[in-house]
């Protein structure tokens, strides 16, 4: 099921009333939606950028939502009702090579994030961090 903030299915935030710096569309992949809020939040936080953000709360349905329409990132978590660990990061980097993946997730874990990195992610930073 999608999460949507407006009838044409993005939430829409300008950051500042500065010129912006970049435009990113973004989609959030992550079932929590309270995670969603934070993350949300923090692209906010971030001065100077204009960005669309997608939330979807199942990988089948962010899988859908890139075969539609491209994206400048996808924020990836690794605990979704549909898909457990890196075994949603390895169908995103399949099927859309050419889409940088951000692992954000509750686990803070060394080796999990090294092996998410060398199966494609660009990065893996924890929801702690994010709040931080």
């Given at each position: 099921?999608?999460?949507?903030?407006?009838?044409d299915?993005?939430?829409?935030?300008?950051?500042?009333?500065?010129?912006?710096?970049?435009?990113?569309?973004?989609?959030?992949?992550?079932?929590?939606?309270?995670?969603?809020?934070?993350?949300?939040?923090?692209?906010?936080a971030c001065?100077?950028?204009?960005?669309?953000?997608?939330?979807?709360?199942?990988?089948?349905?962010?899988?859908?939502?890139?075969?539609?329409?491209?994206?400048?990132?996808?924020?990836?978590?690794?605990?979704?009702?549909?898909?457990?660990?890196?075994?949603g990061?390895?169908?995103?980097?399949?099927?859309?090579?050419?889409?940088p993946?951000?692992?954000?997730?509750?686990?803070?874990?060394?080796?999990?994030?090294?092996?998410?990195?060398?199966?494609?992610?660009?990065?893996?930073?924890?929801?702690?961090?994010?709040?931080?």
């Open positions: 099921m999608a999460k949507k903030g407006s009838s299915g993005s939430i829409r935030e300008g950051t500042s009333t500065a010129k912006p710096l970049a435009h990113f569309r973004v989609l959030l992949i992550e079932d929590n939606e309270d995670d969603a809020a934070l993350i949300r939040h923090a692209l906010i001065p100077g950028f204009i960005w669309d953000l997608d939330w979807v709360d199942r990988l089948e349905v962010g899988l859908a939502s890139l075969a539609q329409q491209s994206y400048q990132v996808v924020l990836l978590d690794l605990s979704l009702p549909d898909s457990r660990g890196l075994d990061l390895a169908s995103l980097v399949t099927k859309f090579e050419d889409t993946i951000v692992v954000v997730t509750g686990m803070e874990d060394e080796a999990t994030a090294l092996d998410a990195l060398r199966k494609g992610a660009q990065d893996y930073v924890t929801k702690e961090r994010i709040d931080s």
